[in-house]
C-alpha cells in the first residue's frame, strides 16, 4: 500500500512558484518526510527532507503541517529544467520497516 | 566522486538466459536497494538490504534474486528472464536515517533491460 499520495501531474508558469502537494496522513512519529525529483529516464535525484519543522535549501522548501499528515514542496522560481516527475516518500529514522514506498509520483511541467 | 554504478546500462536478452545487473558504490553506505521503473507504475522496490547478508523483499521481488556479499556491491540477478521482466531497473544505497545522516538516496543511472 502506498503511504504517500499525490496529484498524477500539475502545470506551472516558467518564473512562478510551483507548489507539490503530498498526502501521508498515516505517517508514523519516526518517520521523515523525503522529496526527491526525475528527470526523463535518469535516476531519481534527491531534493529536501524533514521531520516536522519547515526546511529550506538552495532547490526548494518543504512546509509540513503541524500534524504531519501532508507537506508541500515549494520550487520558488521554477524554470524549464525543472520539468520532471516528483516524488514523496516517508523514511522511519529509527532504522526500522526500509521498504521504501515511491509510487508513481506528480508530472510537473513547466509552462513557458 | 560519490556514485552508483550499475552495469550493464542497456542489454537485450532471451528469455531464459540468466544475467546479472551489478550495482556498486563507493560511500560506505549500508542500505542498499533495487527497484524497478514501468510506465504508469512508478519506482518499485524489488529487494533491499540493510547490510552484508542482510536482504529482504520489496513490493515486487518474484523472479530476481540478490546477494550482499559486501558492502560495496548488491548485485541484481534473473535466473530465468521472462518478457514481463522488461524494464528499466535502478540501484540506490544510502547511509541509515538519523545519527547525524540524511538518509538522502543515491540513485545510480538505470539499466534498461529488454527480455525477447
Known amino acids: 500500500d502506498a503511504k504517500t499520495t499525490q496529484p498524477t501531474s500539475m502545470d506551472c508558469a516558467e518564473g512562478r512558484a510551483a507548489n507539490l502537494p503530498c498526502n501521508h496522513s498515516?505517517?508514523?512519529?519516526?518517520?521523515?518526510v523525503y522529496w526527491y525529483r526525475q528527470i526523463h529516464s535518469q535516476g531519481p535525484q534527491y531534493i529536501i527532507h524533514?521531520?516536522?519543522n519547515n526546511e529550506t535549501n538552495e532547490m526548494a522548501s518543504l512546509i509540513i503541517t503541524e500534524d504531519r499528515k501532508s507537506s508541500t514542496l515549494i520550487l520558488p522560481h521554477a524554470t524549464l529544467r525543472d520539468t520532471a516527475v516528483y516524488y514523496c516518500?516517508?523514511?522511519?529514522?529509527?532504522?526500522?520497516?526500509?521498504?521504501?514506498?515511491f509510487g508513481t509520483g506528480t508530472r510537473l511541467t513547466i509552462i513557458p | 566522486e560519490a556514485q552508483v554504478t550499475q552495469n550493464p546500462r542497456y542489454l537485450i536478452t532471451v528469455t531464459g538466459k540468466k544475467l546479472t545487473v551489478t550495482c556498486s558504490q563507493n560511500?560506505?553506505?549500508?542500505?542498499m536497494s533495487w527497484y524497478r521503473q514501468d510506465p504508469g507504475l512508478g519506482l518499485r522496490q524489488i529487494y533491499y538490504?540493510?547490510?552484508?547478508?542482510?536482504?529482504d523483499k520489496g513490493d515486487v521481488p518474484e523472479g530476481y534474486k540478490v546477494s550482499r556479499k559486501e558492502k560495496r556491491n548488491f548485485p541484481l540477478i534473473l535466473e530465468s528472464p521472462s518478457p514481463n521482466q522488461t524494464s528499466l531497473y535502478f540501484c540506490?544505497?544510502?547511509?541509515?536515517?538519523?545519527?547525524?545522516?540524511?538518509?538522502?538516496?543515491?540513485f545510480g543511472e538505470g539499466s534498461r533491460l529488454t527480455v525477447l
Open positions: 498515516t505517517i508514523s512519529g519516526n518517520e521523515y
Open positions: 540506490a544505497s544510502s547511509y541509515f536515517s538519523g545519527g547525524g545522516n540524511t538518509g538522502e538516496l543515491f
Open positions: 538490504s540493510m547490510n552484508v547478508e542482510v536482504t
Open positions: 560511500m560506505n553506505h549500508e542500505y
Open positions: 516518500i516517508v523514511r522511519d529514522y529509527n532504522f526500522g520497516n526500509e521498504k521504501l514506498t
Open positions: 524533514g521531520l516536522k
